[in-house]
Structures are given as C-alpha cells and as structure tokens.
C-alpha cells in the first residue's frame, strides 16, 4: 500500500497529528483503525504488541520485544516464517489489546516478533516482489488449467523478502492440488503456500462498483460476512429474481441485511396480509404494501391487480374489527371522496406526474410572408372564407385588400391556358395511335400562316 495515494491522505494524516489513519493513511479504506487514545496520557501508548497489516484485508499481531519506538503508518521488517515480511504499522498501544479480542485469538497462540524499521534495500525488495505478482497469478492459472483442476486463482501475494507466495484460490469442491504445488515450487523458485477463499472474499480483494453506483461495501468497509438468506428480501417486498439479488460475487447481496431489523419492526405494526376484507359490494384481497408509509393496496381479485384501493394501516384494522363481528361497510376506503377533491383543488399544473408529458408534439406555428402568426390569426378570425385555392382576407385597411384583389386578377389573366405552349401550338399525345392527328394539325396550322 503506498502511503502517498492522493492529497485527501495527506490532509488525512496532517489532521491526524501524522499518523493516526491506518491502512497507508487512507480513512476509506477497510484496514482503517483510528487511535482515539494517542493524546490521552497516562500510559495508554505503552504496550508491547503492534498490529500490522499487509497487502488487502491480512492483518497480524507482533511483538515488539526491541522496544523499538514505532509509530502508526511505519514500514517494519517482522518475522515470518521463513524469513521476513514487510508490512505497515497500523494500531499501537492499548488499542491492540481490544484488536485482539475482536480477534479472537487464542490466549496460547504464539506472537512473532518485529526485527526493525524497514530500511531502503529492504523496501526496495519488497516492491521487487509486488511487482511479479500478477505475472505470476496469470501463469499459475494456466498451470492450473493445464493440470485440469476445477479451481480459480485469484490472487497471488509474495512475501516482503521474496522467498514465499501465497496464493489465494476458490474452488466449489475438494481439490487435491499436490501436483500443482510442485510444480509451481519449481517453476518459481519460492516457497509455495495455498489459502482457499469464498466468493465474497475474492470480490472483497478484486474490488469493483456495484448496482448502487458506490465501491463494493466487501472491498471498502466491511471486514466481517454474515450468511444471507432470501428470508431477508421477503420481509422487505423485494422481488425474488436472482439476477436482481445477487452481487458480483454471485451471492445474495450483503446491503440485504442492513435494514431488515427495522423492517421486521415496522411488519409487526401492520395488520396480517391473509385476512381478506369484506364490503356489501365486493371482497378485497392483499395486493402489496408499502410498510413505512403503512399502506397497504388491496385488490378484488387475488392473482391480478383489479379495482386497486389503497388503505392506511388504522383504516385496515378498523375494518377487520367491523368483519370479525359480521358488519360490512358500505365503502372500503372512506377519504376516496376527499382525495378526489383534494387532487381538482391542487390540480398537476405543470403536469409533473404524467408519464406521456414528454410525448406530447407542440404545433408548428404557420407564419406567412409577412412574418404574422396565421395560427392566431385563425383565432382572431382575420380568415373567414375560403374559396377555392385561395384565402380572401378582410382586414381594416381595405386600400391592401384592393391591392391583393388587383395583383391576383393581373395573375389570372397573364397565366397561359392548359395544353398550350408558348407559341400558340395544341398540346397532342405523342402516342403512335394518334401520329397522323398530329401531321394533320401541323399542316393546318402551316396553311394558316401562309394564309
């Protein structure tokens, strides 16, 4: 993790007095611990044993026996077996104490210990190392699938000096991965050590953006799973279509359980779904709630939505009451009157609510050449009569109604009769049964002009 991942961690670290953010000094991220008792005297700092974190979400508790003053977000050389680990100071003092019992660690459980600071050449391997990482993932995934083992590599983290890997896989049965182990020792030239991990660990380390828009919750904040069942979707009305409820990881989505206790809270102030309510008219039957706003919709048939009515929870209960002792009301919904007159009185001028408002097509505007609005000249009734081709416009001044009377007149008369040319011969059908009509006429017109 570089402790230089943007200006956000700088000003992180400098409100933090240097160094109270874990996790390369990154309050986002999910190996983020804040020491609250840096400032607070009275020995709080004082205590042996340090945490580490490493590459995504591995931790470890170290002893540090040199007494070696370390600080949050410190690079330090800590025993590993073989040799030695580079990782990243993230919690000091009596903080680790309550780390370790969040932990569960066993009391008997041994506690390597811490070498040193890191130095330069010991840095510099490290970053070595990181960077064979994804080489060497891509690799082993082919020596994988040529040993045709049912299994996914998903990633690959070396140790600080080099010398070991650990490689991270997910398989949906039992693998016997001898062979593969050998044949990675060999090709590597490292120790090789294999860790099986869940599907949502793997989306946890790989990291993503889910359906909300925001990081995974697995690969930013959450350090813990918790099994999820689909009983969490039926309590809150989600639909049960896996492709809706499963994450990235092809599991169902751990956001399913951060609300479901508030609403199994609100279900039990609602009255119960199978009970159907009876009027003099029609019986209803449960079609869906909306359980924080407590209301439910009831319908008169019970497989599809038919003559829908929308109840307040009270208004449910009370009419339950009426039915359980044999009154049936006359009206299943009393405020359906005083709803229609609240929608005429506070009408949807702006037509927000309509779902066809965008598909409405506006009306061209007809303008003339004059550049005047026809349209609103229609309205004002400027356009009265219609003849033929050709509108008569009345206006005030009757001098421009003489002018266009006199202009269309002057059109008329030069405009050249139908089946004439210019020069005064009759327009003929060039058609083959009508060849000597035409010889005859143009010997006609030519004796007339010698005429």
Request: positive net charge; contains cysteine; glycine residues 6%.
């Amino acid at each position: 993790m570089d402790s230089n991942n943007s200006d956000y961690n700088k000003e992180c670290c400098e409100q933090c007095s240097s160094g109270c953010c874990a996790g390369g000094c990154d309050s986002r991220s999910k190996l983020h611990s804040c020491n609250w008792l840096e400032d607070v005297p009275g020995g709080y700092n004082d205590y042996e044993i340090v945490e580490v974190s490493f590459k995504n979400t591995r931790k470890g508790f170290y002893k540090n026996s040199s007494h070696i003053p370390l600080n949050i977000g410190d690079m330090v050389a800590v025993e590993a077996n073989p040799g030695h680990d580079i990782g990243r100071v993230s919690m000091v003092g009596k903080l680790v104490k309550l780390q370790m019992k969040r932990a569960n660690l066993r009391p008997d459980i041994e506690i390597l210990r811490v070498f040193r600071k890191a130095k330069q050449n010991d840095l510099e391997r490290y970053e070595e190392a990181k960077a064979k990482e994804v080489v060497t993932m891509i690799r082993s995934r082919k020596i994988a699938e040529d040993l045709k083992l049912n299994m996914k590599i998903g990633d690959v983290e070396y140790q600080g000096d080099g010398n070991k890997a650990i490689f991270y896989y997910i398989a949906d049965e039992r693998v016997d991965f001898r062979q593969l182990i050998k044949v990675l020792a060999d090709v590597f030239k490292v120790r090789i050590e294999m860790k099986q991990i869940g599907a949502r660990q793997e989306a946890g380390r790989i990291g993503g953006i889910g359906p909300c828009g925001r990081p995974l919750c697995c690969s930013s904040w959450m350090s813990n799973f918790v099994s999820v069942a689909t009983s969490a979707a039926r309590y809150q009305d989600i639909s049960l279509n896996p492709q809706k409820l499963a994450g990235q990881c092809a599991k169902l989505k751990c956001c399913l359980n951060f609300e479901i206790d508030s609403y199994v809270e609100a279900v039990k102030q609602l009255p119960e779904k199978n009970v159907p309510l009876e009027t003099k008219d029609n019986i209803y039957y449960h079609f869906k709630t909306d359980i924080f706003k407590r209301e439910m919709t009831y319908s008169t048939d019970k497989n599809i939505a038919a003559n829908l009515v929308v109840l307040s929870a009270d208004r449910v209960f009370e009419v339950m009451a009426l039915n359980k002792n044999g009154v049936k009301p006359d009206k299943l919904n009393l405020d359906s009157d005083e709803r229609q007159k609240e929608l005429k009185m506070f009408g949807d001028i702006i037509e927000q609510d309509s779902v066809t408002r965008f598909d409405k097509t506006r009306k061209k505007r007809n303008k003339n050449r004059n550049g005047n609005d026809r349209s609103r000249e229609r309205k004002e009734g400027s356009f009265t009569q219609r003849n033929g081709g050709g509108h008569i416009h009345e206006n005030e001044d009757s001098g421009k109604n003489e002018q266009s009377k006199e202009r269309r007149q002057r059109n008329n008369n030069n405009r050249r009769p139908r089946g004439e040319y210019r020069n005064g011969e009759q327009r003929v059908r060039q058609d083959n049964n009508f060849s000597n009509d035409v010889e005859t006429v143009k010997g006609e017109q030519n004796a007339s002009k010698t005429d």
